[in-house]
């Protein structure tokens, strides 16, 4: 693994062809350390001792094996994707790419396997840091050096609240090792513990892009590489979720109700907020970003049943929310790294991922395009595959809590399962955008027809669409799996009160997407074959315009397709509009009109915009304090002296 | 015309194409889905795309600004094809025949399976036409061959 | 195999339950309209027409209909009509549905023409805001059996009162819900020729021929989905019973009636006042789903 991280900097024949197959090697083993966490027996080895008293532990258990195997998938693709696609970046970006994936990967890496405070505070920063210098790379853009900076900002909040986390716990005299969390501080006072939960949501949820911490992510991810972007929106805010599932579910143990109700409230917010913004992106790489914070909530959602059940004692329940949200967890990998490549491989062929400029891929670039509809129907949560199965479950598990429980559980379960149920529908629209406008129906914009990318960059958005057809035909083994590893850190639930649900004939028998797929499929098959013979052969026409021919101008464009939408959401999105036209003699026949139309970020103006101004105030405020003059600062020197007499002195 | 002739005996759509008419011929037409003439129990229907239909249903006496959309939406409609000409304007150009905008009805670029003659025709002869035209194809008898 | 037999006798009567909404419609105009038997002769007569296709479009838009036909007919595997023990659960077949929009938008796009985008990004949009009213209205019932399994579901529905608030509540809820996802009136006008109030049909503008027929049967077949599904959850007491179908075949006949009368009696909403005819019925779930709540509580 470490073998990579010595930076193979000379990016030339032989190197660069070594420094493929390691990644990949190493992908392969992220992939099997996983595997071998998820199956084998939990262990864990002190590295060294710093001045005998912080261990540096490292281990793996169930949980972080299944966060590692993720790792693994994701990298696996994009290191092979990588083969081809950094040959494409100058040379100084390659380099920084080359030296910096690895790193980037192996701190992920060592976040999970972290066993205690300083490893894990220590492997954080890494990625944080590594992830930013990948964000950076095309620093000559001044969009991307706002995003990076906002994007170091945003990290380094988060990594303040979890240093503050660490520091309480080793302030109660917990030490700084996971193994002594897991045991004390379920004992500490409900009050302090969920301080740290809030401390934690702060800090993960920053990270993780829980709303309303995710403002950088949208502009983060996006203007990365594409197989960056993909680990990234894949994998990295994961890393985030593990930290909230160990925070959550393997330390603070059981808590008070409002503790879920929270992590689902954030949950929806995050959902809704991020669909929304996402059907008013019109550039593909942005768009997908923002259904990376819709798919958190989703997970988030998930992690607050299972919180939710747990407090109310219903074992079986928690277990399959987790489930859920573990199996979210690794489809949302699966589908968001593979749309994340195929939206790079938009990119690369065609110079822009812009919905408005694209088009008519379906025709040049249909591998690229089969992978990414796929992959589409997997994120809208359709059947039959992957996101189906895991929002299908955590839909089960609200609607279960919402059984005869008390009315704040039913109605926070029942307008959870709506608003999921919202969410899903308004990201079956956004899809249909993304990949009708941008893939389907005529070409947008004139030139060179783009090519079908190599097959290396096929590679991993046609295999992770497979995977997404699989899981979602299959989802038996992974839920099991997820209820293995919740039950694993549920030591700390009383166990007399699992009492079994009686569930449902499905959740009894998983794979039965698999039979209704095959069955419907047959028949479907069976009856296109025999009506094939009743009609005369088929033939293409020129579209149907009404009697005019149609165009290019004519198409709907992906603001057109979404100006409903934005009109029904109208006090969310407070849109705004310009419209330009340039006159001519004739009043009705303008020789030119411009049509803008912007949406609000409510959330960025209302609450980062006026915080932003007042640091920057206070800040120009506290300057008058330094005036360079040496009488005053001795000045200074001796008020403070005199304050410090006084405090001492009572 | 067997296969013509199965297709349009129970059920016949029918999308109308206006090439310049003075609107008496559609307002006629459109008699036939009201309570009086009701001409859906018979299984006509007008359809908002050629796709969708069997035929076309031409109005006007074809003026020059509508023969590309005429041709347009007669080759959007799939095999087998119905051509049905609507009043005299339709047939022949009528009043209109040869003028500066118009030639002589439908006949210039399309070859009618039906004409329906008037000015404008009557609803109840309109609907007897239709009517004769689906039994004509339930027998295959006296349609012309379009494909 | 009963749910062979199940999903066969759905697809078989999905053109005359069309049929019947078009006779009372008809009927209520003051017109004696097609036989009930109409949508099987226009069906059979558009599978034997030429398929005629858009240049440019590609798979998308030649695989939607059976896409399209097959979600929508394992939606209807899952309903309870011979008995209930078979019958898996409720919120596959809403996703199946919206599978099948998906199929059907995504193929609109594909032509690449300006009405059938606008279908597209209208029904998609109205499609979204369904599948949350769509689940609020089976939410009474799933919350009072606890699962979304269809046997606890009917023995909920059974143990309601017959004039329970909760089942007359949700009922028109469900009702509501029906009318906008058969595409009637006021949320879409079926019978419109003008391509700019349409929301469903102009997405099917570009379709010819025997593809055009599997789109119409799928959704006429999503019709008796839904309309055996309202009956399934509010008067379940002929299910599983001998002579059950008789008496489920009845409900379904009244509901086809009520639909094709509510119809005629509805005007068409403006396109963007469908959330507020939706939010009618999401009111109406959301206020069976307190009085249950209130009900259990007490």
Redesign the interface.
């Given at each position: 693994m470490l073998a990579s991280v010595l930076g193979l900097r000379h990016q030339k024949g032989l190197f660069s062809v070594l420094q493929h197959v390691l990644e990949v090697l190493q992908a392969c083993l992220t992939l099997s350390l996983g595997l071998l966490g998820l199956f084998g027996p939990a262990f864990s080895m002190v590295l060294v001792a710093l001045w005998g008293r912080w261990p540096l532990e490292i281990g793996i258990d169930q949980l972080s094996g299944f966060f590692l195997a993720v790792l693994g998938l994701v990298q696996l693709a994009t290191a092979v994707y990588g083969i081809r696609y950094t040959a494409h970046l100058a040379r100084g970006q390659r380099v920084l790419v080359g030296t910096l994936v690895p790193q980037f990967t192996i701190s992920m890496a060592l976040v999970l396997v972290a066993r205690d405070a300083v490893s894990f505070l220590i492997a954080w920063e890494l990625m944080s840091l590594t992830s930013f210098g990948l964000v950076v790379v095309e620093h000559r853009r001044e969009k991307v050096r706002k995003a990076s900076f906002l994007y170091l900002v945003a990290t380094h909040v988060g990594a303040l609240a979890l240093i503050g986390l660490f520091a309480v716990l080793a302030a109660h005299g917990l030490g700084t090792t996971f193994a002594a969390y897991a045991h004390g501080v379920p004992l500490l006072p409900t009050g302090l513990r969920s301080f740290l939960l809030l401390v934690g949501i702060v800090g993960f949820g920053s990270k993780a892009a829980i709303v309303p911490f995710h403002v950088w992510l949208p502009r983060a991810h996006p203007v990365a590489p594409s197989h960056v972007s993909a680990l990234m929106s894949g994998v990295m805010i994961k890393i985030a979720i593990y930290g909230l599932v160990r925070l959550v579910f393997g330390w603070l143990g059981t808590g008070p109700l409002w503790w879920a109700m929270l992590l689902i409230a954030l949950g929806v917010v995050s959902s809704l907020v991020g669909v929304l913004y996402a059907l008013m992106e019109h550039s593909l790489k942005r768009l997908l970003a923002y259904h990376s914070i819709e798919n958190v909530g989703i997970i988030v959602v998930g992690l607050g049943a299972a919180a939710l059940a747990r407090s109310l004692g219903a074992g079986l329940l928690y277990e399959f929310a987790f489930a859920a949200a573990l199996f979210h967890v690794l489809n949302h990998a699966v589908f968001k790294s593979g749309l994340f490549l195929a939206a790079g491989s938009v990119r690369e062929a065609s110079g822009t991922d812009d919905l408005e400029q694209l088009g008519g891929l379906a025709r040049s670039m249909p591998w690229t395009t089969a992978a990414f509809l796929v992959l589409s129907m997997a994120i809208a949560g359709l059947p039959p595959f992957n996101g189906f199965a895991s929002e299908w479950m955590t839909l089960q598990s609200l609607l279960r809590l919402a059984h005869d429980a008390a009315p704040a559980v039913v109605a926070v379960a029942a307008l959870a399962a709506l608003g999921l149920a919202l969410t899903g529908g308004l990201a079956g629209a956004c899809f249909v955008k993304a990949s009708g406008v941008g893939f389907l129906g005529p070409r947008r914009r004139a030139g060179r027809i783009p090519r079908e990318v190599a097959w290396p960059m096929l590679f991993g958005p046609l295999g992770l669409a497979a995977l997404a057809l699989g899981l979602g035909l299959a989802p038996g083994a992974i839920a099991a799996l997820g209820m293995r590893i919740a039950a694993g850190l549920a030591h700390l639930l009383p166990r007399a009160t699992t009492a079994p649900l009686a569930l449902a004939a499905p959740w009894t028998r998983p794979d039965w997407p698999l039979y209704l797929v095959l069955g419907a499929g047959a028949a479907v098959l069976a009856l296109a074959f025999a009506l094939r013979r009743m009609s005369p052969a088929a033939v293409v026409r020129p579209a149907w315009g009404c009697g005019s021919e149609v165009g290019v101008k004519s198409a709907y464009t992906a603001t057109s397709f979404s100006k409903s939408i934005r009109q029904i959401f109208q006090a969310f999105y407070q849109p705004r509009r310009s419209l330009v036209r340039v006159e001519t003699s004739l009043p009705y026949l303008p020789a030119d009109v411009r049509y803008e139309s912007r949406v609000h970020h409510f959330i960025d103006q209302r609450l980062y915009l006026p915080a932003q101004r007042g640091g920057l105030r206070s800040a120009r405020f506290l300057r008058r304090l330094q005036s360079g003059s040496l009488r005053q600062y001795i000045g200074y020197l001796l008020f403070t002296l005199l304050l410090m007499l006084v405090a001492v002195g009572r | 015309m067997a296969?013509k002739a199965?297709?349009?005996g129970?059920?016949l759509?029918l999308r109308l194409?206006d090439c310049g008419s003075c609107n008496a011929c559609e307002s006629e037409l459109a008699m036939l889905f009201?309570?009086d003439f009701?001409a859906?129990?018979?299984?006509i229907e007008?359809?908002?795309?050629?796709?969708?239909a069997?035929g076309l249903i031409v109005t006007g006496p074809g003026t020059s600004q509508?023969t590309?959309?005429?041709a347009?939406?007669a080759?959007?409609?799939?095999?087998?094809r119905v051509v049905v000409a609507l009043g005299d304007c339709a047939i022949s150009g009528h009043v209109h025949r040869d003028g500066y905008a118009a030639k002589c009805g439908v006949a210039a670029s399309l070859e009618a399976d039906l004409q329906i003659p008037g000015c404008p025709p009557a609803p109840g002869e309109i609907l007897g036409a239709l009517r004769r035209l689906m039994r004509k194809g339930a027998t295959g008898q006296g349609l012309a061959a379009s494909d | 195999m009963g749910f062979v037999l199940q999903v066969s006798l759905l697809i078989a009567i999905a053109p005359l339950g069309q049929g019947i909404v078009q006779s009372v419609k008809a009927r209520m105009q003051g017109r004696r309209g097609p036989v009930p038997w109409q949508p099987y002769a226009v069906a059979f007569k558009l599978l034997r027409r030429q398929a005629v296709w858009p240049q440019g479009a590609t798979a998308v838009m030649r695989s939607a209909p059976w896409l399209q036909f097959a979600a929508i007919a394992v939606a209807s595997l899952s309903l309870p009509i011979f008995s209930a023990a078979g019958a898996p659960e409720i919120l596959l077949p809403l996703f199946a549905l919206a599978l099948a929009r998906f199929a059907l938008g995504l193929a609109a796009l594909d032509t690449g023409t300006p009405f059938a985008g606008l279908g597209s990004s209208r029904e998609m949009t109205v499609g979204a805001l369904v599948e949350p009213v769509l689940l609020a209205s089976v939410l009474p019932w799933v919350l009072v059996a606890g699962s979304t399994g269809w046997p606890a579901m009917l023995q909920a529905s059974l143990g309601m009162g017959l004039f329970s608030v909760v089942r007359l509540a949700a009922f028109a809820a469900l009702f509501l819900v029906l009318v906008a996802e058969t595409g009637r009136l006021p949320v879409d006008n079926p019978d419109t020729h003008l391509e700019l109030t349409m929301i469903h049909e102009a997405m099917l503008l570009e379709y010819a021929g025997p593809p055009l027929a599997v789109i119409l049967w799928g959704a006429w077949l999503k019709q008796i989905f839904l309309v055996a599904l309202v009956a399934a959850l509010v008067l379940p007491w002929g299910i599983g019973r001998p002579l059950g179908l008789l008496w489920a075949a009845g409900e379904w006949l009244a509901l086809l009636v009520a639909l094709g009368v509510a119809e005629s009696l509805a005007a068409k909403m403006r396109y963007l006042r469908v959330p507020a005819y939706l939010a009618t019925s999401f009111a109406l779930s959301l206020s069976a789903l307190a009085l249950q709540v209130a009900g259990a509580a007490r």
């Open positions: - | 296969h199965f297709l349009i129970r059920s759509a194409v009201g309570p009701d859906q129990r018979f299984g007008m359809v908002p795309s050629p796709r969708h069997d509508m590309d959309a005429l347009r939406t080759e959007a409609v799939g095999a087998p | -």
